[in-house]
């Protein structure tokens, strides 16, 4: 167990529909990560929030953004959801505020599916 | 454009063998590694790093080789167990200004056989 939660842990919806995806860090992590895997491909880096503040954009589309809350939790909208959107989100805590040699710590996943 | 390259999709061994997973990056500007482990159903977890200032490193069963100049680095797990079947990812990273982004690779799915 990580110490990071994701829920829901999977989530079906419709083309065109607007989902909200959440994740709590570990305890005294600062920095969050949201990461896309689609099927045969890698992690996609989507983005990053430390202590509140977007740090680091990624491969993040238009339709999608995100937020970290005072608590630490944060949140990955999705919207107007796309069949190509049908992939594994996974969200990262960090301690620190994005140096690579900090170990970023994965919660489970959520598997949206979009039909 | 894939800048962190796993060529092998799958590999499989025999338990209480060596397991090779390698990893290949273009960008010479990457100076910090790092392999994670995925089992189903769950997150990846962090494994193993190396800093390019090193050519190897080594944690317990778990060894990490980096060539440089072939922009190349290899994952060693000796002797191979069953708990050791999973997909491995290997991420790169390089100071991009202020912040660094961790960029992956496709994975290897490793199946060690009793």
């Known amino acids: 167990d990580s110490g990071v939660t994701q829920t829901p842990k999977h989530l079906i919806t419709a083309t065109g529909q607007r989902v909200t995806l959440r994740c709590s860090p570990r305890?005294?992590?600062?920095?969050v990560y949201w990461y896309q895997q689609s099927l045969d491909q890698g992690l996609q880096f989507l983005i990053q929030y430390y202590n509140g503040e977007e740090r680091a954009k990624g491969n993040i589309l238009e339709r999608f953004s995100a937020q970290q809350f005072p608590d630490l939790h944060s949140e990955l909208n999705l919207s107007s959801l796309e069949l190509g959107d049908s992939a594994l989100y996974f969200c990262a805590s960090s301690w620190d505020r994005g140096r690579s040699t900090d170990t970023q710590y994965f919660g489970p996943g959520t598997r949206l599916t979009v039909l | 454009d894939q800048q962190v390259k796993q060529n092998s999709p799958s590999l499989s061994v025999q338990e209480g063998r060596i397991s090779i997973l390698n990893c290949d990056y273009t960008n010479s500007m990457f100076d910090y590694f790092l392999w994670y482990k995925k089992y189903p159903a769950e997150g990846p977890t962090f494994l193993i790093s190396i800093s390019s200032i090193k050519d190897k490193n080594e944690d317990g069963r778990f060894t990490v080789f980096l060539n440089k100049s072939a922009k190349h680095l290899s994952l060693h797990i000796v002797p191979s167990q069953p708990g050791d079947s999973a997909v491995y990812f290997c991420a790169a990273s390089g100071d991009a200004g202020n912040n660094r982004k961790l960029i992956w690779g496709l994975g290897t799915s490793l199946a060690v056989n009793p």
């Open positions: 305890s005294g992590d600062l920095s």
